[in-house]
């Protein structure tokens, strides 16, 4: 008997996306595969030198396809096309798949497990979001993904989250407490290979711009130490960022790569950012003795971050990124923020733009 998938907000090791086993949609040759060997950046690297893209940048792969898709050579641009296209069927593969009411019981090894992927029969809408849908790769895709992900036996409607690369800070800002008035708060998000930081700035109900958008890499020292160090200096920038002459307060949203529990990273081995579970009050005073202003900080787990990105209560978001991501936009409490119709401006720290490879 299946159990009912009662906690989206609060994700287990067995809501991972990685180990799902794609189906036949399509036939595209990665029936049998698994989603992580398929899907993951490593993938879409192996995939562009399959397709004659050899050479590209594992850091930096979507700014290298963006950048071949939009070049005026020819040849080049028809590879990234293919390229990007077949990595969406891909994706679009692994959505009939999750649509598939046979999935849970086939793939379901725990009660956990099954409660999981039955959840994805009644999964209104999906979106992608994650660093490898950045810029000019978003479209192209998305265009492979709707060919595959339509032939489910009970398909949805797949979009691409606005913004894609940056579907988790925007997530984590439409959680930022409305109030009366104009507030700034921090946004971040600490993922596996960049933290990046915005003061996320709000008026009443709705979220009106990110600002002092930064971006840099994650600790290359292993250890909770540098971990702490790193999150606490990227944090306390933003908070200097964010707070006014009058400021008493700044609140912090922080999308997190990592499973959630009671308001904290998991501390389940699974990625780097568990250590923060035991060492949450040290990293907040950190940044207030830094700051010089009080702070409160909150944890979101990145993929319902980016669920929370664009969609409604009963979306699923897909990231792309080192590793497949998932989340499901939260349902109940206070209604997220709302982002302008015509898009969220966005302003980075450095006038000139992102630093290279800050995106995908």
């Known amino acids: 008997m299946t159990e009912t998938f009662d906690r989206p907000r609060e994700l287990t090791g067995d809501a991972s996306l990685n180990h799902v086993v794609l189906g036949p949609a399509g036939s595209i040759g990665v029936e049998g595969r698994l989603a992580q060997d398929a899907c993951s950046r490593d993938a879409l690297h192996a995939l562009a030198a399959d397709l004659g893209l050899p050479g590209l940048r594992r850091d930096r792969l979507a700014d290298d396809l963006a950048r071949a898709a939009a070049s005026s050579d020819a040849e080049a641009a028809r590879s990234a096309a293919a390229v990007l296209h077949a990595f969406g069927m891909r994706l679009g593969a692994l959505v009939a798949t999750l649509r598939d009411p046979a999935t849970p019981e086939r793939q379901g090894s725990t009660p956990h ?5 039955a959840r994805w029969t009644a999964v209104e809408r999906v979106w992608f979001g994650g660093g490898l849908l950045a810029g000019g790769c978003g479209p192209l895709v998305l265009e492979g993904a709707r060919a595959t992900a339509g ?6 409607p797949v979009a691409v ?8 800070l925007i997530g984590a800002a439409r959680h930022v407490p409305a109030g009366s008035g104009a507030e700034a708060a921090v946004v971040a998000d600490l993922g596996h290979t960049r ?3 915005a003061v996320a700035e709000r008026h009443d109900g709705t979220l009106r711009r990110l600002r002092h ?3 840099g890499p994650v600790p290359r020292r292993p250890g909770a130490d540098a971990v702490e160090a790193a999150v606490g200096a990227a944090l306390a920038a933003a908070v200097r960022d964010a707070a006014g002459p009058a400021s008493k307060r700044v609140r912090v949203v922080v999308s997190v790569a990592s499973f959630v529990r009671d308001g904290l990273p998991a501390d389940d081995g699974q990625g780097i ?5 035991a060492r949450a009050p040290a990293l907040l005073r950190a940044v207030r003795d830094a700051a010089g202003v009080s702070a409160d900080l909150r944890f979101l787990h990145d993929g319902t971050a980016a669920a929370s990105a664009g969609g409604g209560p009963g979306d699923a978001a ?3 990124g080192t590793w497949l991501g998932v989340g499901f936009a939260p349902s109940g409490g206070p209604p997220p923020l ?15 733009g992102p630093p290279p490879g800050a995106l995908g």
Do not use: K, Q
């Not at 497990?113 to 992927?117: E, N, T």
């Open 161 to 168: 989250s606005p913004r894609p690369e940056l579907a988790p």
């Open 318 to 320: 897909i990231t792309a």
């Open 151 to 156: 032939l489910a036996p009970h398909p949805c």
């Open 113 to 117: 497990r099954r409660a999981f992927l």
């Open 213 to 215: 958008l930064r971006a």
């Open 338 to 352: 709302a982002v302008p119709r015509r898009g969220l401006p966005v302003a980075w720290a450095d006038e000139a």
């Open 273 to 277: 950012y568990g250590c923060l579970a």
């Open 195 to 197: 933290i990046r930081t």
